[in-house]
């Protein structure tokens, strides 16, 4: 801290000796370039020191530096996954055109480059040229074979914005936490919990500057925003905060509401962005049930698992259930499809969204992944079975009546009934308490289903826990890992991460991994993926898989349109060695890259072929 205020007081000195001798003109012009600088859109991704130097040793100093500025950018489109079971791809399309019709002119677009790099240039080179030539569309289907039924939604940016400012007379302006700008680089609007700072009186209706506190170090080694909630911002060196969001300014919008009400209220719209550094479509409440977006290496995931109509197949860290109702489209809603989550609310989560695509082949239970696979000798727990009609080896918790009372099960309903059904399980419900229904029951129940069907429709507020499977009892498992996500983008902050939180994260994948490797029965397939750039979460978890269990083999995957793994190995100053692919294995699995012309998040894939066990 001591070294950047004397490099901040060197800067203002000679700022004042050049001033000295300049024209006011100059001066005015020099002033104005200044601010030109300090109200823009440019941040710089801070890492720990050491998790720095590991990276630059993965991927090379140019390399790294590209990677970390793209990190800070969202994509410069959105990405759509249709459900084919109830639309398609140009029906869609169609709707969004109509739909952006009404909303008025457009902001100009990007193109997307489907040239990515030499590692994925098994891309159909025609496909490219064809994609290519839709650029000067902002709504497109993919080109890429398979993947006809994902959509795409071009955004624009970054966006030079003036945000009026004038000598001694800065804007006025709203400071939101680095969460809630990640959120609004995504095309999100800023809501009053985001919001950390603000200018003294600014009044419902003002034109305000957006700008972004990040975490800072903190002399005792930790990280924080050193800033209290509701401090007034003046805009001048003297402002708590001032030189730590040069260039952190995310765009310009209306305010809903005045200083004081934004303090005093809980929730709501505190600004509304009409201005934005990057200018993305929003789709909240857009095709609810027709259209799921998504980011492309995670449909991608889905389709390496390959999964087939009748299969029995698990995601085991399902939540929020966007891969796993991608399977379930993939198999035509035809099979079974186990989601499992240790978070009760995430797994709420997922029956909402299967019933709101309607889907009916997923079955949701709440499941530590690192307890996933069930002893076949059992136990003497007095708990009720729940068979699977297939395979007996899902044991779940009940109450004799059923986890909702009268036999009613905790999975999602769907359909025009799922009204009157509910209603009829509250009244049961409650008519061994008392002989009426409060008011307030009647405001929640009317709050569950007023935005009429799909994801309110999940009943009950409960999930059945699962005690676990029996071995070889899956045809394919997915394991889309817990990990670091260091790959997600918009990403404001990485400094929280050090060498030992990374290494914890891939010990704890590898006992996943181990869980996951019981499951999938001989011949069946092992699909491994994780949104994080950390080579430890990656390629270590694959040499780790490979020499561990004999039986596993890479498997190549369709599409592949990743780049290739890191082949090799990184030796740590504390002696840890850290063993990557060996070579002819990087081109099985795939990278996304998020400095790449592909333009996706940070993401890693893995399939693995499943051979007998008999050395098990």
Partial sequence: MRKKGRDLLAAFRQTFLTLQNMTPQAEAEAELNAASARYSYNPILRWNPQVEDYFIKAYGSLHFAQISKALTRPSCYSCIRVNTLKSTSDAVIEKLQEIMRKSGPQNDVVGINWKENKASNDIDLDMVEKQSSLQNESITKCQIPGLEYVVFVKGSGPHEIDYGYLPDKPPKEV??????????????????????????????????????AVEQPFPDGGWGLGITRGTVLQGLPTDPYHFERNGLYIGQGTTMLSRAGIFRASQGIAVDMNNRVFKLPSFYDVLEGEIFLQNLPSIIAAHALDPQKGERILDMCAAPGGKTTAIAILMKDEGEVIAADRSHNKVIDIQKLAAELGLTSITTYKLDALKAVRKRNGSSDTTTLCCNKDSN??????????????????????????????????SNEKANERTYTSKADIRKNTRRMRNGPGRNQSLGGRVENSKGFLPNSFDRVLLDAPCSALGLRPRLFAGEETIESLRNHGKYQRRMFDQAVQLVRPGGVLVYSTCTINPGENEALVRYALDTYKFLSLAPQHPRIGGAGLVGRCEFPDGYVEEWLKPGEEELVQRFDPSSQLDTIGFFIAKFAVGPKDNI
């Fill in 175 to 212: 400071l939101v936490s680095r969460k809630c700008a990640e959120a609004v680089l995504r095309g999100a609007q800023v809501y009053v919990p985001g919001i950390m700072a603000c200018s003294s009186h600014v009044e419902e209706g003002d034109l305000v500057a957006v700008s972004v």
């Fill in 393 to 426: 080896d899902v044991v779940n918790q009940r109450s004799d009546s059923g986890p909702l009372g009268n036999g009613v099960s905790s999975t999602t309903i769907v359909g025009s009934n799922a009204d009157t059904t509910f209603k009829e399980n509250v």
